[in-house]
C-alpha cells in the first residue's frame, strides 16, 4: 500500500533548528508534488512548502526565508529544514504526495518553546 512516513520532529527552542524527512513508498512518486503541511491546536491545516516532480519549490509567506524543502535522487523522499524556529511555528507536520491522487502521512510533532 501506499506510505509516507514523517520523521525528524521534536522540541527545539526558538531560534533552533530541525530538519524534517519523509520517506513515501508504495508506487512511483516520480511526477508527484510533494511538500509539508502543519496543523496547530484549533486551527485548519495550512500548506508550509511543497516541490513539484522539476523541483520547483513553493512556500508559505510565513516561513520564507526560513524553511527550505529539498527533494532526493529518486524523488520518493523529501526534506524540510527548517531554519530560525518561531513558537508560532508549533505543530504537526504532515507530508503530502499529490498527482491524480493526494496522500497523507500520519504527521510528525514539531513544538518550539524556551
Known amino acids: 500500500q501506499v506510505q509516507l512516513v514523517e520523521i525528524g520532529g521534536g522540541l527545539v527552542q526558538p531560534g533552533g533548528s530541525l530538519r524534517l524527512s519523509c520517506a513515501a513508498s508504495g508506487t512511483t512518486f516520480s511526477l508527484y508534488t510533494m511538500g509539508w503541511y502543519r496543523q496547530a491546536p484549533g486551527k485548519q491545516r495550512e500548506l508550509v512548502a511543497r516541490i513539484t516532480d522539476g523541483g520547483s519549490p513553493d512556500y508559505a509567506n510565513s516561513v520564507k526565508g526560513r524553511f527550505t524543502i529539498s527533494r532526493g535522487s529518486s524523488k520518493n523522499t523529501i526534506i524540510l529544514q527548517m531554519n530560525n524556529l518561531k513558537p508560532e511555528d508549533t505543530a504537526l507536520y504532515y507530508c503530502?504526495?499529490?498527482?491524480?491522487?493526494?496522500?497523507w502521512g500520519r504527521g510528525t510533532q514539531v513544538t518550539v518553546s524556551s
Open positions: 503530502n504526495a499529490v498527482l491524480l491522487e493526494t496522500y
